[in-house]
């Protein structure tokens, strides 16, 4: 299969067909990747400043914790040393054996590392059935006019479509990705069921029982607090990607010839992702920091 074989391939998919696909991969994705995104939110809450207190069981060995008692009293913290991430690993490794107790302090545990992921599949489907689609119909759209009108530039088209598309899919979908920020960023305290997406986003706004209604709906805008950090983050993402992306996988495709299986055009596609999305990672983590402390702040 050619690239133009495979672009006249993905031109004859309707849009509903290229929104299902995409959030059907984004769904299963999110499930893989949520632990990951949980360690990559709580080193960069930590870093803004929110303490991770390890109370009720320490991981380091020689480690003495006052950690097991039962009493109404909060027991004392370990050492220092205890009270830090220090990296991915360490994040996975103390989430998962941190036991969840019978007080009522901080519950973790090893199914703690996908705490968010309700709000990731919430927000899959919607955001990728919104992105992909879009991206698709932008980028043939402005393709076929560049063509025409502006061969020179025609490669910064995926730049262009990846961009639009992707503001157009934040800006809609931006609450939900408020709430898994703060679902991954914060420990979950008390016995009972952890907060969904809809009690997270109540508790983002913190509303004040009494007051005016108007004064009350307008708290609600802070659902959409740090949208300009989750832009100018998602944007540049996703434009680096596209324009990353689009030539590498053209040029593997055109490497393996019209004679490629299955196997050799689902390796070029996965080689070009993982160099964009890698390029684009790196170039866009500082954006990435700003977004969650934005995100992680306090309403008063």
């Known amino acids: 299969m050619s690239p ?8 004859e998919l309707s849009i509903g067909e290229r929104a299902f696909s995409a959030a059907g991969a984004a769904v299963i994705s999110a499930i893989i990747v949520n632990p990951l995104d949980v360690a990559k939110t709580r080193l960069q809450a930590q870093a803004a400043g929110v303490p991770y207190p390890y109370h009720y069981i320490c991981l380091q060995p020689n480690a003495v914790c006052q950690s097991l008692s039962t009493s109404a009293a909060a027991p004392p913290p370990c050492h220092s040393g205890c009270n830090r991430y220090k990296g991915t690993l360490d994040v996975l490794h103390k989430v998962a054996r941190q036991r969840v107790h019978r007080s009522e302090f901080m519950q973790e545990g090893f199914i703690r590392l996908w705490r968010g992921t309700s709000a990731s599949l919430a927000l899959a489907v919607p955001t990728v059935g919104i992105y992909m689609p879009c991206y698709d119909i932008f980028r043939n759209f402005m393709e076929e006019f560049t063509t025409q009108n ?11 479509a990846g961009s639009v598309a992707r503001s157009l899919a934040c800006v809609l979908c931006y609450p939900v990705e408020l709430a898994r920020t703060r679902m991954q960023a914060f420990k979950t305290t008390g016995s009972g069921k952890p907060p969904g997406v809809f009690k997270t986003l109540i508790g983002a706004i913190n509303p004040i029982r009494g007051t005016e209604r108007l004064q009350s709906l307008h708290r609600y805008r802070y659902w959409w607090t740090g949208l300009g950090a989750q832009l100018s983050r998602d944007v540049p993402y996703s434009g680096i990607c596209w324009l990353t992306l689009e030539p590498i996988r053209k040029k593997l495709l055109g490497l393996v010839g019209d004679e490629a299986t299955a196997a050799a055009i689902l390796g070029a596609n996965f080689t070009a992702g993982f160099v964009a999305g890698t390029v684009a990672a790196a170039a866009t983590c500082p954006l990435d920091v700003a977004k969650t402390r934005r995100q992680i702040e306090v309403v008063s």
């Open 4 to 11: 133009s074989s495979s672009s006249s391939s993905d031109a």
């Open 150 to 160: 502006a061969p020179n530039l025609t490669p910064y088209v995926p730049l262009v």
